[in-house]
C-alpha cells in the first residue's frame, strides 16, 4: 500500500478509535455481534484506504453469515405481516435511481416488486426511448439527427413539493455522467424534459425546494439544487489542465417548470449530496474535498471537511443587483461563494461548516429542526441545527462550527440517514454492514454533556455494505416511521450467483417497533443508489392519455395516407387492435421516411407496438398516444412491419408490408 494511504489510514484509526466507540456507547445489547465487531474494526483500516471494502467481504467468516443469512436472529423478520398476496396492492411506490444503467425505477413497498423503469438517460427498446424523434428531442441529437448522449448515471431521484409534502407532480434525477438534469412527469411516469448544466463535471447531488407555489415574501417558485463533486478548469476549453489550484466546482440552480438554469455559485471544495430546508431558504451539500486534491491522499489529508449552506434569497438578491458574472459560453449568472469572499457572515451567501471527515450524505429531518452529515471515514454523524445556521447569516452565532448540536459516535462508515418522524435517525453503516438507528435529542443532549445519554437505540446487520437508506415518506413532514430500505452494495451470497456481477440487493426494514425487524430482501439490477418511498395514494397516474396532448396526433382514419415532398415521405397513421390503417407503405430506396403513429384504442393498458424487420425501428403507442420515427430506407426489399406488443387475440396478425423500390 502507498505510505500515503497509510497515513491516511492512522489519521483514522487516531479518530475512530474502536475502543472509545465501544466505551461510549456501552450497551452491549446494541453493537451486535462482538466478534464481527472486532473483525470490522481490524479490517476497516485497509477498508477506508483502498480495495479493502472487497477485502472485508471476501473474508467474512462463513459462520457470521449462517447466524445472518436469514435475518438477524436478535431482531426476528415480520415478513409475514407485510406479505403482499396476490390481488392485493403495495401501499407504498418506491422510485429508485439505477446508477450507470441511467433509468429511473419503481418499486412496490412492501412487495419490492419492480413496477416499471423509466428510460431516461440511457436507451430502452421496449418503449423505444431513443428510437421515437419525441424522445430524442427530449435527450438532445447532433445534427445528423443522432442522439447526443446515449449513456448516463443517475443517483438521487427525489418528488415535487407542495408545502413539505409530495404533490406527485415531477421527479428529477441527476446525471452524474454527462451532467444533466431530468424530470420526470408522475402522471405518466415518463421523462418529459432535460438540461445539460453549464461548466460542472460529476453533477451528484439534486434536490428540489420544498415549497411551492409562490411564497410573496421571499419571492419563491420552485427551484432544483444540483451539486457538482468533481473540480474542473473554468471555462474547461484546454486551458489550465495541469494546475489544480485554479480549478473549481459550481453549485447550480434549475428551474424546475421552465428546466432552465437559473444561476451557479462558485464554491471551494467540492459540492457532493444536496438537501433543502423545509423553509425554502437553505440548501446544503457535503464536501469531501475540501482539500481540492487531486488524488485520493490528498483528498483524506484534512481532519474536517465541510457541509455548506447556501443562503438562497441572498445568492438571487445579488444576482439581481448584477452581482455575478459569466464563465466561458455559458450565459448562466454565477455569484461567488468562495470562503474568502464571504468572510462575513451578515452579506455571506454561503456558510462552510467543519465536518469531520471526508463526510458523506446531508439529510434533513422531518420537523425540519436539524440537518445531518455523516462522517465516513469518522464513526460519527453531525447534526446542524438549521436555526443556528440562520442565525450564523444573522452573524449571531460566533463560528461555522457553532452551528453544530451533537455528533455521536454511531459506527464505521456511515453514509445516509432516513428519518421515522418520532425523533429517530436510521444511518447506512458501510464497513460495519449495518444500520444503526439514533435518537436526535439524546445525541444533542450527550453532546452538552450529560454521560447518561445514550443516543444509539438499536442496530441490525444488514447484507452487505449499505450505501442509501430512506424511510417511508422520510424526506417530507409526513414521514410515518413505517418502513427503512437499505440499499445494499454487495449482495454475495443472498441470492443465486449470476456469473461474476451479482444482482444488488435491497433489505426492507419494518421500523414501527423500538427493534428494527428485517421484512426482506428483493433485488436490484446494478447499480441503484438512492429512492424515495411515497405513500401510494399520494401518486395520480393517468392510465389512457389525452390524444389532443399530442400534438401531431392522427385523429380520424381518413388521416391514414403516405405524402411526399421531394425524397421526403410523410406516413400518418394509426392503430387500432388489431389493424394497423394502412396496408402497405410503398418508397423508394433513398427516401427519408418519418413515420407517425396514433393508437385509437382507448382500453387500459392496450398498446401496440411498430416494429419493422432489418430496419432497427421499435416503439410502441400506449392508448390515445401518438409516437413518430424518422429514418432512411436503405435497404431494396419487402420488410414486414408487425406489432410487437401483444394486443389481441390476432395480433400476430396485425401487420403491414414495408416495401422499399431499388
Ligand atoms: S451517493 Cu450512492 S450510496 Cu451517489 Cu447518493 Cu451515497
Ligand atoms: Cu397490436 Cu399487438
Ligand atoms: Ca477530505
Redesign the pocket.
Known sequence: MPQALLDASAIYIEEGNMSDYDNETNNKEVLGNESRRKFMGTTAVATLAGAGMVMGLASCKKDDQTTTASGDSSHGTSAGEHEVPPGKLDSYYSFSSAGHNGEVRIYGIPSGRVLKRIPVFNMDCMVGWGITNESKAILGTNADGSVKYTTGDT??VHGSYTDGTYNSKYLWTNDKLNNRIARIRMDRMECDAITELPNVQGF?GIFPDKRDPVDASINYTTRVFCGSEFASPQPNDGRDTSDPTKWYSLFTCVDAESMQVRWQVRINGNCD?VATSYDGKLAATNQYNTENGAVLADMMSAERDACVFFNIERIEAAITAGKSFTVGDSKVPVVDGTIDSNKDPKTALVCYVPVPKNP??VNISPDGKYFVSSGKLSPTATVIATELVHKWFAGEVKAERDTVVAEPEIGLGP??TGFDGKGNAFTTLFLDSQIVKWNVDAAIAQFKGDKTAKPVLDRIDVHYQP??GYTSMGETKEADGKFFNS?NKFSKDRFLPVGPLHVETEQLIDISGDKMRLIHDHTAYPEP??AIIVRADVVKTRQVSDMNDFPNAVKTFEENRIERKGNKVMVYMTSQAPNFGLPEIKVRRGDELTITLTNHDKVEDLTHGFGIENYDVNFIVNPQETHSVTFKADKAGMFWIYCTHFCHALHLEMRMRFIVEA
Do not use: A, I, Q, T
Request: charged share 10%; hydrophobic share 15%.
Open positions: 443517483h438521487h451528484h449530496l458523506h450524505g453514509l445516509h450505501g442509501h440499499g443508489h438512492d
